[in-house]
């Protein structure tokens, strides 16, 4: 069964460092996205891509992320220079269809430490 | 502002019985409302959705029920089992393709 892949599962890195997580979609999916988790707290949406372009973003989604598509099958989200709060599960997930017409297929996720 | 909610942050069932997990949603321009079940250690996974033209939705032990104008929906399991301990997402959308928005979970414990 086809599966989201994501790449490192744990990063530990020093406040003020670059991250770069690492996802492969589903390779027949057209929607991309990210959200991520603090601990004990709710799941939150920070970006989604299509068509090679960003074409939403949360306020948490400032300068300091940036997301690619390098080539035909990663998707990676930067975080130039980290914070504690950054600290968070980071979910890639994709989709066929857009967010509000059909099921989001997330990656076991990276789990970010910020020190 | 939270708009999607699960207010009950764990709930104990034993195995057999049914399994009821509420969601109450803010936000009368969400019409997708979806159920995430995340085991330890994994991402969301998919389990149930419901179009808001919809006031029930089933696949096998697992029903869905939509009351719009109380803004709740909840995720009845029955029979629960061992293996459907994991904590629940509830998560609802606008139109046009708008992200989706993640309640707290509920973390379901069921006891053989």
């Known amino acids: 069964e086809p599966e989201v892949t994501q790449t490192p599962s744990h990063q530990v890195t020093q406040m003020g460092q670059e991250v770069i997580l690492r996802c492969v979609p589903i390779?027949?999916?057209?929607?991309f996205y990210w959200y991520r988790q603090i601990l004990g707290q709710k799941v939150e949406f920070l970006v989604s891509?299509?068509?090679?372009?960003?074409?939403?973003k949360s306020e948490i989604f400032d300068d300091q992320f940036s997301v690619e598509r390098p080539d035909g099958s990663n998707f990676t989200l930067k975080i130039r220079s980290t914070k504690l709060e950054d600290s968070a599960m980071y979910f890639c997930?994709?989709?066929?269809?857009?967010?509000?017409?059909?099921?989001?297929?997330f990656g076991e996720g990276s789990r970010l430490t910020v020190l | 502002d939270q708009q999607v909610k699960q207010n009950s942050p764990s709930l104990s069932v034993q195995e057999g019985r049914i399994s009821i997990l509420n969601c109450d949603y803010t936000?009368?321009?969400?019409?997708?409302f979806l159920w995430y079940k995340k085991y330890p250690a994994e991402g969301p996974t998919f389990l149930i959705s419901?179009?808001?033209?919809?006031d029930k939705n089933e696949d096998g032990r697992f029903t869905v029920f939509l009351n719009k104008s109380a803004k709740h929906l909840s995720l009845h399991i029955v029979p629960s089992q061992p293996g459907d301990s994991a904590v629940y997402f509830c998560?609802?959308?606008?139109?046009?393709?708008?992200?989706?928005?993640f309640g707290k979970g509920t973390r379901l414990s069921v006891i053989a």
């Open positions: 419901i179009s808001s033209i919809k």
């Open positions: 390779s027949n999916h057209l929607y």
């Open positions: 998560a609802a959308s606008a139109p046009g393709n708008t992200p989706l928005v």
């Open positions: 936000n009368s321009m969400f019409d997708y």
């Open positions: 997930a994709s989709s066929e269809e857009g967010q509000g017409n059909g099921e989001l297929f």
């Open positions: 891509f299509y068509n090679n372009e960003i074409s939403e």
